[in-house]
Structures are given as C-alpha cells and as structure tokens.
C-alpha cells in the first residue's frame, strides 16, 4: 500500500496491515520519498551527536543539511558505504518535539530583524513595521499577528478568540481566576487522575484561593488497569457530578500515556449535563492534532508554544476564548439564573478578569485611564507588554505552520507513529538470557498509548516492564543519538513529529530501541 491509502486506513480509525518488507530501511525511504512534507524538515535544525555533546559555545550550529538516504542505506556523501546515522555529524534521531521542538532556521532571521528594529528606532519599534521585516508587524501589533496564525491551527471562528501572551501556567490561572467561579452548591473541580504537576498545583491553589478544600473540590477522574481513560468513565463521572461541578479541566492529551481525549464529545455531554465551564489544557495538542475549539463550543483552552509549536524554551504562550464570553456577562445565582448585572467594568458587560494595562483596548490604552475598557475577546486578557523577542521566535515558528494545514500534518501524523508501532512490534516477545520458561516470552515493554489511531497523537509511550531496564536503555539510546524523553519510574516517550521527522528516523529508532532492549537485558 502506498503512503496515502495507509493515511486513509488509519484516518478511518484502523491500524493498517504493513507490507511484509516494511521492517526494512528501505521500506522507510521509500515512505519518505512520496512524503509531501519532506521539504519542511530542511526548514528545521536538527542536533547532532557532535553537537548533543558541546559544553561550551563555539560559535557554531549544526547547520548542514539532512541527506534523505538512498534504499541501500547509504547517503550522498563521499562514503557510499555508510549508513546514514552512522557518523556524528548525521543529524540526531530527534524524538523529544513533546518536550521541545526542534529550532526552525527562520528564528534567527525573526529575532535578528528584531534586534535590528530595537536598535535602530529603539521606542518607536513599538509603532513602526519595518517593511521588509519578516514579522510583519509592528512590537504593539505582533502578537494580535501571531493570534491571527494561531486561528486555524487551534480551530477559532476568529482572531478574536485567540491572545498570545504569558507562560501555560500562569494562562491557566488567569482562566480559572475568571471562568472557575465555586459556590456553595458547584464547587467542584472534574482533571484526570494525573495532570502534569503543574495543572495539579494551579487547580489545588486555586480551590484553597477560594477558602475551599481540595479533598472534597477536586474530584480526580481514574483509568483502567492499563492505564486507558475511557470516553465513557469520563462521561459517567460527569454525570454523577454534574450538579456540583463548577469546572471540567481536562488535557487534551494526557502527556504521560500519549492518549487524545475526545474532546467534542466530552465537551458536548458536559454541556448537556449543565456544567457551566469546560477547559482544556492543549499543551500538548497544540500544533500536534486538528483542534475546533470553536465549533466544539469549549469555553476556554490554554496551550504553551515550545513542544509541537517549535517557538524555543520556555516561549510565550497562547490561550482562548469562545466569543460567546467576549459580550455581556450576566452575575448568575444558585440555579443558574441571571440576577442582573453587577460588574466593575463601568458598563458592566464584560466578564470579570484580573486585568492589566495591555488588556485595555488599544483605542484608549494610551489615555491612562481609571476605568479598565478591555480590548473585545481573547485579547482583553492580557496584562502586560508582551516580550517582542518571545513573539519574534514565534512568529518564525508559526510561519512554518503557514506552509502547511493541521490536516496534512496529521495525515504524516498518524503514519509516522503507526509504523514505529509497526517496527517496535517487532521486539515483542524478547527473549531472556535467565532461562526461566516464563521469563524467556515475557516483553521487555508495551505500548501505554491506545493501539487506535484516533486516541493520540505524535507519541508513544513506552512502559517497561522489568527493574531497571530504564536507565540501561535510556543510556544506550543516548550513545546512539536518539533524543527522548524518560518518564520515570519506567516510561520512555518518543514523539515523531511530522515537521522534521522522517520515516528514516522513526526506522533507525526501532533498529537502535531493539538492541537496547536486547543489550540491556543481557
């Protein structure tokens, strides 16, 4: 089968039946070769083995160009006889875009042009667009820009339900400072049995911030035994909360599993059941799977930018806002029913927020004024001036997004991730050097991920399954030049990225993964 009736297979929910020959490299290849993103990966830097080692700067990048290897496993280089990623300053196997995406070339370019504009016109950057500046806008417009760029890869009706601001965390905070909203009867909280930790300190100081006890307002949603979040055991704990349930915060991928939560169906049973707030987390889901916010009618969402969103350590983040909040917020009683307006907001019709200077609108911002008049939507959140550095990385990030759809990045998506399923299968069962009968059949690892395409995303997770085994084969991963991420007690996550990541990659990970397994279990 070729590259797009293996998308279509998997876009249909199935796991594909793989060629006989597709556990060779050049079965890999030739799935590169009628790859349609093939050329972004050049837009990429990738490290190099050399480069993983450099403990002093030098003034140096690891900028040469990532050969697409021939099906006999050699590269265009002067040494046809060996293999690609055999030599140290071959591009690593980067499968870490979870953790942190690869640097895109176009950031030096972005953050030069505005080193240039800072030096050049200093305070009036804020006003002036150089015109041929690849930011494209002035520092005070840039991140309405980079909102405008966010609008099809999160799925927002408009800009308007989108500001680019702040870090996830403390975005999170603003959200629930505004939307969680506790009384006596809905005080409840509905995450996940494990959010990344700082989800979990958000949501528990928030609910102390409010006088209340997090052992009784946050009700944690529990797996099965293989650690799956089944869509029904959700929906059923919904259910049985509805009533005292002031906010359902859940991920839009839980980031220790890999698993993608239906968000549409989960949002839409919440709302049907009466819960007045759904959030999601997408920290993971940004950039990585096609997102429809709007259409889903999630109240809010918030995201970071520096794992499938490329923008750099640490980056500015992005949050939004669904436009039925941006009007008029009526105070409602116990039952839900409007009570009449009692807002600071002069006018009274906007919903209440933490504000600061650079949520005003722009029209009066300078007017220094007493009264707060936020900019209508997603950007009156903001508070304050926004780093034009952090922006201009990510304006370079979000420009390489503008060459490509989430749909087509999906598409690679769902292949990539299933052949290194394919490929990983392939070790399962290892045999044991101990001798034991039931020892010499029993894997090494399973995949935690769910099997079903449509249940995740760019990542797998690796659970292993003897004492151990963690630390011996993250370090021969390591001396082979895959970078990864490692979960402890015993998970290994490898996320390939459609962006950069080639089918060659994923190949050399299974072929090196293997003897790791093999080695480390002598």
Known sequence: MDFQTLVKILRAGRVPDFHPDADSFAYADALDAQDGLSHLREQFIIPTRTSLKKRALDGTVPDAPSPRPRTNGSTKSSHPDKKYGDDDNDPSIYLIGNSLGAQPRAVRAHVD????????LGVNGHFTALENSPLGASWQDLAEECGRKFVPIVGAASASEVVVMNTLTLNLHLMMASFYRPTEKRHKILLEWRPFPSDWYAIQSQIAWHGLDPATSMVEIQPDADQYLATAAILAAIDEHADSTALLLLPGIQYYTGQLLDMARITAHAKARGVPVVGWDLAHAAGNVELRLHEWGVDFAVWCTYKYLNAGPGAIAGAFVHERHHGRDEPQDEDGEAKGSSSVWGAGQFRHRLAGWYGADKSV???????????????????????????????????????????????????????????????????????NGDAAVRPAFRIITPANPAERGSQ??????????????????????????????????????????????????ADVFRRAIAVSSA
Not at 384 to 391: E, G, M, R, V
């Open 365 to 435: 911002r300078f007017d220094m004024a007493k009264t707060f008049v936020p900019t209508p939507g997603a950007p009156g959140y903001q508070l304050s001036n926004p780093s034009a550095i952090d922006l201009a990385a990510l304006s370079a990030a979000l420009s390489v997004f503008g060459q490509t759809s989430m749909a087509a990045l999906r598409d690679k998506a769902l292949l990539l991730t299933a052949y290194a399923e394919h490929l990983l299968g392939k070790s399962l069962p290892l045999p044991s050097s101990s001798g």
């Open 113 to 120: 042009a505005q080193l240039e504009t800072w030096a050049s």
């Open 460 to 509: 797998l997770s690796l659970l292993l399954l003897r004492p151990g085994l963690l630390d011996r084969v993250s370090r021969y991963l390591v001396e082979n030049g895959v970078v990864f991420d490692a979960r402890k007690p015993d998970v290994i996550r490898v996320a390939p990225v459609p962006m950069y990541c080639s089918f060659v990659d994923v190949w050399r990970f």
